[in-house]
């Protein structure tokens, strides 16, 4: 069983950063796409990052130039590195894992196949 545990989240003023971390576990390869996505109560959900088997990245328009996301394979964590932070940003943020197929924010977003439990990025302006 495939667990995902997200954890840096927090509270931080407008232009402030934050990195997230997503420790994975129970896989015996890194044959998934990752990533995270957005969910903001009474909105839809929103893509962030993925990154596919191969370290290829892609980001949503919104977050691109201020979010890195980058993976550690040796210790199976995924990191996303959050800069000049904005108000928009705000919502719970999941770290999700899904087949290696067509590897993007989407994906991650509606095909997901294991789940974290989210950490909430709240920006104040």
Do not use: H
């Amino acid at each position: 069983q495939v667990e995902l545990v997200e954890s840096g989240g927090g509270s931080v003023q407008a232009g402030g950063s934050l990195r997230l971390s997503c420790a994975a576990s129970g896989y015996d390869d890194n044959n998934f796409c990752m990533g995270w996505f957005r969910e903001v109560p009474g909105k839809e959900r929103e893509g962030v990052a993925a990154i596919d088997d191969g370290g290829v990245t892609s980001y949503a328009d919104s977050v691109k130039g201020r979010f890195t996301f980058s993976k550690d394979n040796a210790n199976n964590t995924l990191y996303l590195q959050m800069n000049n932070l904005s108000p928009g940003v705000t919502g719970m943020y999941f770290c999700t894992a899904a087949l290696n197929w067509g590897c993007g924010p989407a994906t991650v977003t509606y095909d997901y196949l294991y789940l974290g439990q989210g950490t909430q990025v709240t920006v104040s302006s």
